[in-house]
């Protein structure tokens, strides 16, 4: 279908289940235009979740999660820890599956975690809005993207998202982040994956941030390993109005536009950091 509105609902009010969960198999499958929530605070959970549970050698491949509201924390209960889950087992790994232009958000900790234990390659995360409108202090950190599937996982796309903010787009107010210091830091994307063609990181926008912790490490995008071309992102804002504001001081604060610490070549074109308040 096509237009805006979500033509279904799913909605677990308990404490301990995804609202769509993808395993053993699951294969060919387009959601589209849902509204996915879910409070659970299960460490392999997610509010959307690919998993395996039988053990057999099967992934689910070439879904695609598509224009849908993904949402955590409904009601009273807890936020879940991510808002998109992805593991499974490396005889059958999860792969060829397509994120696209959904609302994340209201999550614990991370946004989007594809794990290292069972993800392939073919990933393609593109044109999501990932943003937290609870001001619930974290006592680890928040990432928007946690991308891990490992270095055989190649042929990955993640372009044109937005990170921050409490509305779409990173839109207003500020994603307001707190927690202990030294603890709750700050990643806008994490990559650990495909070590051949790698992965393209491009056109995302990671904005609107404001930690109130006095001591606190924000960091735009992080490439722990693998081969990567990160290109034309934005970090930190275009204005006064989505700027990120770390309220710490420099003797406190640590910001990290983009860092590597892979060994396989990275490539670094067009990228901008601006507007970071400190």
């Keep these: 279908r096509t237009g805006a509105a979500m033509a279904l609902a799913i909605r677990n009010m308990s404490n301990d289940g995804s609202a769509l969960r993808l395993s053993n198999g699951a294969n060919n499958n387009l959601i589209t235009y849902c509204h996915l929530a879910s409070g659970d605070f299960l460490l392999e959970e997610g509010v959307v979740t690919f998993t395996n549970t039988t053990g057999a050698a099967v992934g689910n491949t070439n879904n695609t999660i598509s224009f849908c509201r993904v949402e955590g924390a409904i009601a009273d209960v807890d936020p879940p820890f991510y808002g998109i889950y992805a593991i499974g087992i490396a005889a059958g790994p999860n792969a060829n599956n397509s994120i696209l232009n ?50 055989a996982a190649n042929d990955n796309v993640i372009a ?21 210091d030294g603890k709750a ?31 606190v490490r924000v960091t ?12 034309n992102n934005l970090i930190g804002g275009t204005s006064a109005a989505d700027n990120t504001v770390l309220t710490g001081g420099p003797s406190n604060t640590v910001l990290e536009g983009i860092i590597s610490y892979s ?12 507007h970071i308040l400190m």
Excluded: M
């Design 185 to 215: 830091n700050f990643t806008g994307i994490f990559l650990k994956a495909g070590t051949g063609s790698g992965t393209a990181v491009q056109n995302n926008v990671i904005k609107n941030i404001a930690p109130t912790q006095s001591s």
């Design 102 to 151: 959904n609302e994340i958000f209201n999550f614990a900790i991370y946004g989007i975690r594809i794990e290292a234990t069972g993800n392939g390659g073919g990933w393609t995360i593109s044109g999501n809005s990932i943003f937290n409108e609870l001001n619930v202090s974290s006592q680890t950190g928040r990432v928007g993207i946690d991308f891990r599937p490992g270095t």
């Design 263 to 274: 060994c396989f070549p990275v490539s670094l074109t067009g990228n901008t950091i601006s």
């Design 160 to 180: 044109g998202n937005f990170i921050g903010g409490q509305a779409p787009l990173a839109g207003a107010p500020k994603w307001v982040h707190t927690g202990d």
């Design 220 to 231: 735009g995008i992080v490439i722990e390993n693998g081969a990567v071309q990160v290109s």
